[in-house]
């Protein structure tokens, strides 16, 4: 197998039996879909207006959550001194273990956005736009997590310094996804919203991966 | 231009361009605070017209000032010249000021314009990421005990953060939003009234020079800080050596 | 051995390495000045120096993890200079305190991900595995590990994945007699192989080496 | 300072130098109190009959967000050996890591809760009630939680063991806890409510307290 | 010494130590069977074997951080037995290679929680920091020691808070040679306050100890 290959497997086993990441954040989601329905109790339907945000909202908070260790073991156990010395450049690097993320965190939120969406009231009708967005905007969310993570390797207060970092650029998918969910069901197209989100995420693409490396480099002093 | 670049070159050019700026920022600031409270009422807007005169120069200065601040990054990435990581750290108050008193002034009158503090639009939402990059600059550029991985880390996120400003400046073109679009820096000529054209300038160039004079201080009490560093430094060798 | 087979499991690219006026600082502490070193194929050297003098800061720097504030590292084959990053990335292994090791996950996972991640074979891990007797540990989580089992492990990924330049960082104190010579025996091997051995050590190696002493007291 | 004090400073210096756990866990709380009424629009006063629930269910997930490492690192890095050969018997171990949570992350989050009371619309008076409880349930919530890192050390998986564990303890304080403002909201007494919180919180102590320490001891093999 | 100052900043309670039978098995493999020892006050004994054999095991079973599947550890004081929870309160210390220390706090907050649990005074701790040369490396973070600047801050806590009883793996290792005078030196002392030091090692002591051998191979 080839490098990338290896390391994204290696990740991706990492995040499963490592810290149980996934799950934690899914049943994050989850019961999110579970208690904000009984605390509505009759007014379901007033909720529905509330669900795009509130979905978004959780997804973005889900993946940050997740991030703190992307880098951060790594960087304290000699593994990223390993990879240094390996086949793949600093940006592959970190576009591989943004990928894993997204894998193994991203997808399965994004499905998880789902039984959430329906449990809030949102319109059947807008489950698969809603399942589009949020894979996407989970990796946007990836890609920027993956930046910030990067950047504070080896800082104090990592895990804070990660969310401060990271919320502002985290700001636009939120709005471009929860918008097109908005737009849709108000009988608008939601095509801008969501090219908009697309654009967000190649951008967050090119910049996370480049920004991470460079994130890679300093941490090694 | 590059001469500059020397702090000590930098401090004696500068030097002499501190107080006069502190004196013409306060004197453009009294004028055009007393102007604004001259000009005649708007027909639409009334009294919370003279908002504009606060509101605008704070909004233009914080773009400005990132922009400044994300070039100090790139050149503290090019030539890791600790001079540029200053001038990008001198930056983040002030600019963040400005920001947030956009942000506020823009919420204060939004209320009796468009009868609501807030919207996620495109302009005021890329405009309250610009706050926040502002301050995750600083917090992560204060987060390291080595100085040379805080400098690195925070330009690169500095030089991301130049994105949000064409996004922040367009934003009324590109997307239909709530906010005015530009009336003042556009192509084919401003289109404001004269009546308020000019306090308004006197504004923004007050809002300039202000900025102006907080960052040059700024710097030069980094440099004078780093001088009696390297003093203590050679000092402390001087000692060990006898 | 002839080249035909050396090629195989053995040492190819014959890498000269020279160290040019090299600075090295912490903090605000410069560790050493002015170091100059060059070694040849077959070459080993110990780098000797108190606690703090900056003998693995030396390995992070000839690796290009930390850049040095003056000279440089030079890296050659045959005659010719290679790319530092380059030179990382496919002629070099690093031996030090932190393995990279992920402590709840199991030996063979570990290895497996090194070695391969290194550029080795499956076959030459299997080689490596007999070699260094890690088949029983194998299966057990690396935490389970006894100090001087987990260094042989980590050893396990330089035999597996042939490189010329290996820097070593103490890399003999946790063992035991028995496998101080074993190890001994597999540096030998390497430097007859044309590679280089580059050590920082406190008690000598079993091997003949050139000593460069590094920096002054901590 | 004797042995308890000791761990306990250590304790919440780490929580805010190493992690950022409470900040992050408290601007989670505050984003709640930002976007969700930014969501609603005008329909701001129903929104308070989903008060109750929502604040209890951030509650809840911003102090089991932060427990996953509660023993994790320590039993990595040789700390826990440590601490066994100091001056405190291993339940008071336990009690006093929780205890440093609590102040560290339950307290603050539980101060978080009024604007976000405020925010989602809650009537002014049922504030003093909304802080008692949510300090309370940020207790209980402790607890439960170092019973489940105390557990989960060592475990492969060893989040998603705890979520699992614990996920079912939290959900009586949510009950008693928004049940407390829900009855005071209806014009009914909070007080039976609150003393099953109170006794919540107890059987919480004793039992994580207990089945913590026998957690540590397990994971000395 | 007289017994008035060893109150003060020496060992005083005379503590003996004695293994009978003792069995340890980790995961499937019984590590070791019917090891007996009994150590004085003054005593010091290196623990030796293979990698593997049970040396560090063995440690954290007279620590009492790992049951023995057969036979048992003796604490005695004036012949009076202990019990074991307080012996490993109060008279012992165990200095393994995972120290306990958290690599992004600095080296004086985390020596400073270290003594302070284990008992010891703040004047203690300065004399300790004087002892090891530590001074100038209290105010960096942990990640930042050399290996041997990490051992040293580790020993310190042993001589800032004194307890009887030093359970010692692989003490000298990354130390150099200047400094394992001296850490032989520390022991010596401690030895002669009634002190006593197990210690497993690959390398001898540089203090005169009894050798007891620990399983068979790996
Ligand atoms: C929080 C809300 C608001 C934010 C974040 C905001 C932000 C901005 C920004 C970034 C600019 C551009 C400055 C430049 O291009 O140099 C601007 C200009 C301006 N804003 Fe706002 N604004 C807000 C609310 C308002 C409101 C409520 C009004 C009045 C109805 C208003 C009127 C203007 C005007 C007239 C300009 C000048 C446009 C031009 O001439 O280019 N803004 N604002
Ligand atoms: N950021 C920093 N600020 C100040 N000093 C630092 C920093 N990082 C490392 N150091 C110091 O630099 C030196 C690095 O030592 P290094 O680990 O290279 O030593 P060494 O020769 O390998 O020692 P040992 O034999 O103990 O392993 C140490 O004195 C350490 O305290
Ligand atoms: N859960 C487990 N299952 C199986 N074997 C285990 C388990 N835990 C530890 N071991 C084995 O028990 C032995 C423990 O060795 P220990 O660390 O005591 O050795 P040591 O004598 O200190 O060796 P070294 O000299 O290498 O430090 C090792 O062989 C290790 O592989
Ligand atoms: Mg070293
Ligand atoms: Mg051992």
């Known amino acids: 197998m080839n490098g990338a290959g290896l390391l994204l497997r290696r990740e991706m086993a990492l995040a499963w039996n490592g810290g149980g990441g996934p799950l934690l954040a899914c049943g994050f989601l989850l019961s999110l879909a579970v208690i904000v329905p009984l605390g509505a109790g ?10 795009p945000g509130l979905v978004w909202l959780a997804l973005s908070l889900a993946s940050l959550l997740t991030l703190e260790r992307l880098f951060e073991r790594d960087f304290e156990d000699g593994t990223l001194d390993l990879l240094a010395m390996g086949p793949l450049a600093d940006e592959a690097v ?12 991203g997808l399965p939120l994004a499905l998880m956005t789902l039984p959430v969406g329906i449990s809030l009231g949102l319109a059947p009708d807008q489950l698969p736009l809603l399942a589009v967005t949020a894979a996407l905007g989970a990796l946007a969310f990836s890609f920027t997590g993956g930046l910030g993570a990067a950047l504070a390797i080896g800082a104090r207060k990592g895990g804070l310094l990660i969310a401060v970092i990271v919320l ?4 636009p998918p939120v709005i471009f996804g929860a918008g097109a969910l908005v737009a849709q069901a108000d009988g608008r197209s939601p095509g801008p919203a969501l090219a908009l989100l697309a654009a967000c995420v190649l951008v967050a693409g090119v910049v996370g991966v480049l920004a991470g490396a460079a994130g890679l480099r300093g941490s090694r002093t | 231009m590059f001469g500059l670049a020397n702090p000590d070159t930098f401090a004696r050019v500068t030097r002499p361009l501190i107080a006069p700026l502190w004196v013409i920022a306060a004197g453009l600031l009294i004028t055009g605070a007393v102007w604004a409270f001259r000009v005649p009422e708007d027909a639409l807007q009334g009294d919370t017209v003279r908002i504009l005169f606060i509101h605008v120069p704070a909004a233009s200065l914080g773009l400005a000032v990132y922009g ?3 070039l100090s990054c790139l050149f503290y990435l090019i030539f890791r010249h600790s001079l540029a990581d200053a001038a990008a750290r001198a930056a983040v108050l002030p600019g963040a000021a400005y920001t947030g008193l956009a942000l506020i002034t823009g919420a204060l009158w939004g209320q009796p314009m468009w009868g609501t503090w807030w919207v996620w639009d495109a302009r005021l939402t890329s405009m309250l990421v610009l706050f926040l990059l502002y301050i995750a600059y600083a917090v992560l550029r204060g987060a390291f005990d080595d100085e040379g991985r805080a400098a690195r880390a925070a330009s690169v996120l500095g030089l991301v953060g130049l994105i949000n400003l064409p996004i922040v400046k367009f934003s009324v073109d590109w997307w239909n939003t709530l906010h005015q679009p530009a009336s003042l820096l556009r192509a084919g000529g401003t289109s404001l009234d004269p009546a308020y054209l000019w306090p308004l300038l006197i504004m923004m160039a007050a809002y300039f020079a202000l900025f102006l004079a907080i960052w040059l201080t700024t710097l030069h009490t980094e440099i004078m800080r780093r001088r009696v560093l390297a003093m203590r430094a050679r000092q402390a060798r001087e000692d060990r050596h006898v | 051995m002839d080249i035909e087979s050396r090629s195989q499991h053995g040492v190819r690219p014959m ?4 160290l040019k006026d090299l600075a090295v600082r912490r903090g605000d502490r410069t560790l050493f000045e002015g170091l100059d070193l060059d070694v040849a194929p077959g070459e080993a050297v110990s780098l000797t120096g108190a606690n703090g003098a900056g003998k693995s800061s030396l390995l992070r720097v000839v690796a290009g993890l930390l850049a040095p504030v003056a000279g440089a590292v030079r890296f050659e084959e045959g005659g010719q200079a290679l790319e530092p990053a380059e030179a990382r990335a496919r002629h070099l292994h690093l031996l030090g305190h932190q393995d990279g090791f992920r402590s709840g ?10 070695v391969g991640w290194c550029g080795g074979t499956v076959e030459a891990m299997e080689a490596a595995v007999r070699r260094l007797a890690l088949g029983a540990l194998l299966p057990l989580e690396v935490r389970r590990l006894s100090a001087g089992q987990r260094r042989r492990l980590a050893l396990a990924r330089l035999l597996a ?4 330049v290996w820097l070593l960082d103490e890399p003999l104190s946790p063992l035991d007699s028995h496998w101080r010579a074993e190890v001994g025996q597999i540096l030998q091997a390497h430097l007859e192989g044309g590679g280089m051995v580059l050590a920082a050590v406190h008690d000598p190696l079993p091997i003949p ?8 007291a901590a």
């Open chain 1, 42 to 51: 009759p007014q379901l339907d007033q909720l529905a207006n509330l669900a």
């Open chain 1, 94 to 105: 970190v576009g591989v273990k943004v990928l894993a993320h997204w894998l193994t965190i």
């Open chain 1, 168 to 171: 502002p650029l985290f700001l």
């Open chain 2, 68 to 70: 400044a601040l994300g």
């Open chain 3, 15 to 18: 890498i000269t390495l020279s």
């Open chain 3, 105 to 114: 996950r199991t030996a063979a996972d570990e290895l497996a991900f090194q």
């Open chain 3, 161 to 164: 994945a042939p490189r010329p």
């Open chain 3, 209 to 216: 080496a050139r000593t460069c002493p590094v920096g002054g």
